[in-house]
């Protein structure tokens, strides 16, 4: 019996950015911090968030059936409120917040994103630099208060990953661990307060070290965690049994991929290990559609910067001397590849 054809997975991703421009504006007008603890009707948090009238009750409802709000009631009078995970990542004033990547995406990407088709017959970046301003880590890192914003919201989707890595991997081996462009020094937290044994370095560039530095006093861990900074394009990497590196080589092209982990092997002992923490595109290419998007992401970024595979990281550390290899998964699509010196 043939099953008919159905175009509804075609019509959900094509229509898909509807979705997403729903959640990500209700992020951006801080709707689901605005009803932190609360239960508003459609006119009050319309008021609340300077929205026309003719906003209530389709955008509320558009999240509601999105199951990013809840509803109680229906009608004029049902009042609105917090999801449990809209209270605990959407809400800006939670521990937990994630919202700040989403604002990115809103006031970044989505617009440069629409000139996908153009990157993929260029190979070019489709962002600032292709209107003559700076590029993004130009731009950022030359504005301060910009660039611990930007820290904040990859902070806030970093976490989860980070917090796996430390729960999962077997640290008992080693002594000294250093993030490789550990920003807020979030790795090297999560990773010490789980593990008493362990001194950490986050190494990052020199505008970033007070960033670092002010989060690990808050977390009480400066004792354990100690900051250092350089280029890793032109400093060697400092000494450590364990050497991380989180969402960072797929922001390069194959040639500076391949000076990080040179730069880490030569940084490593014997019995050592690079790990890289990334939202690892499976071998086969067919599964991780972030992974993928994620790669697409860097194309329209950075042009020839690229998201990779385990088989691909394996290769690139063969090539260098690591001799031994596995992939962990952390969380949703993301894994740690960790090469053995």
Same mark, same amino acid.
């Given at each position: 019996?043939?099953?008919?054809?159905?175009?509804?997975?075609?019509? $959900?991703?094509?229509?898909?950015?509807?979705?997403?421009?729903?959640?990500?504006?209700?992020?951006?007008?801080?709707?689901?911090?605005?009803?932190?603890?609360?239960?508003?009707?459609?006119?009050?948090?319309?008021?609340?968030?300077?929205?026309?009238?003719?906003?209530?009750?389709?955008?509320?409802?558009?999240?509601?059936?999105?199951?990013?709000?809840?509803?109680?009631?229906?009608?004029?009078?049902?009042?609105?409120?917090?999801?449990?995970?809209?209270?605990?990542?959407?809400?800006?004033?939670?521990?937990?917040?994630?919202?700040?990547?989403?604002?990115?995406?809103?006031?970044?990407?989505?617009?440069?994103?629409?000139?996908?088709?153009?990157?993929?017959?260029?190979?070019?970046?489709?962002?600032?630099?292709?209107?003559? $301003?700076?590029?993004?880590?130009?731009?950022?890192?030359?504005?301060?208060?910009?660039?611990?914003?930007?820290?904040?919201?990859?902070?806030?989707?970093?976490?989860?990953?980070?917090?796996?890595?430390?729960?999962?991997?077997?640290?008992?081996?080693?002594?000294?661990?250093?993030?490789?462009?550990?920003?807020?020094?979030?790795?090297?937290?999560?990773?010490?307060?789980?593990?008493?044994?362990?001194?950490?370095?986050?190494?990052?560039?020199?505008?970033?070290?007070?960033?670092?530095?002010?989060?690990?006093?808050?977390?009480?861990?400066?004792?354990?965690?100690?900051?250092?900074?350089?280029?890793?394009?032109?400093?060697?990497?400092?000494?450590?049994?364990?050497?991380?590196?989180?969402?960072?080589?797929?922001?390069?092209?194959?040639?500076?991929?391949?000076?990080?982990?040179?730069?880490?092997?030569?940084?490593?002992?014997?019995?050592?290990?690079?790990?890289?923490?990334?939202?690892?595109?499976?071998?086969?290419?067919?599964?991780?559609?972030?992974?993928?998007?994620?790669?697409?992401?860097?194309?329209?970024?950075?042009?020839?910067?690229?998201?990779?595979?385990?088989?691909?990281?394996?290769?690139?550390?063969?090539?260098?001397?690591?001799?031994?290899?596995?992939?962990?998964?952390?969380?949703?699509?993301?894994?740690?590849?960790?090469?053995?010196?």
């Amino acid at each position: 019996m043939n099953i008919p054809l159905n175009p509804s997975s075609i019509l $959900q991703a094509a229509f898909g950015f509807w979705n997403s421009k729903v959640l990500l504006t209700a992020v951006e007008i801080d709707l689901f911090t605005k009803l932190a603890g609360r239960h508003l009707t459609g006119t009050e948090l319309g008021k609340e968030l300077h929205l026309h009238p003719r906003a209530n009750p389709d955008f509320f409802d558009a999240l509601v059936a999105m199951k990013f709000l809840d509803r109680a009631g229906d009608g004029p009078t049902a009042k609105y409120f917090n999801t449990p995970e809209g209270a605990m990542f959407l809400d800006a004033a939670s521990p937990r917040y994630i919202g700040g990547i989403l604002v990115m995406l809103n006031a970044r990407l989505f617009k440069f994103w629409n000139d996908l088709p153009e990157a993929l017959r260029t190979g070019r970046p489709q962002n600032e630099v292709k209107h003559g $301003q700076k590029g993004m880590f130009e731009e950022l890192y030359s504005d301060l208060p910009r660039l611990e914003q930007f820290m904040g919201a990859m902070t806030g989707i970093s976490r989860l990953n980070f917090e796996a890595f430390a729960e999962t991997f077997d640290f008992s081996k080693y002594q000294t661990l250093c993030d490789v462009g550990g920003a807020t020094g979030l790795l090297s937290i999560e990773v010490t307060k789980r593990h008493p044994h362990l001194t950490c370095t986050s190494f990052d560039l020199p505008v970033v070290e007070p960033i670092a530095k002010k989060h690990i006093i808050a977390a009480g861990l400066e004792k354990r965690v100690h900051t250092v900074s350089g280029d890793f394009f032109k400093d060697p990497l400092p000494k450590a049994d364990l050497i991380t590196m989180g969402m960072i080589l797929h922001d390069w092209n194959l040639e500076k991929k391949m000076h990080l982990i040179r730069a880490a092997y030569e940084a490593l002992p014997p019995g050592g290990a690079l790990v890289a923490i990334e939202a690892l595109i499976d071998d086969a290419r067919r599964e991780n559609v972030q992974g993928l998007l994620m790669s697409l992401n860097m194309l329209i970024e950075f042009g020839d910067a690229f998201d990779y595979s385990g088989a691909d990281f394996r290769r690139w550390c063969g090539e260098v001397g690591f001799t031994r290899f596995e992939v962990i998964h952390l969380a949703g699509p993301s894994s740690a590849a960790v090469a053995y010196k």
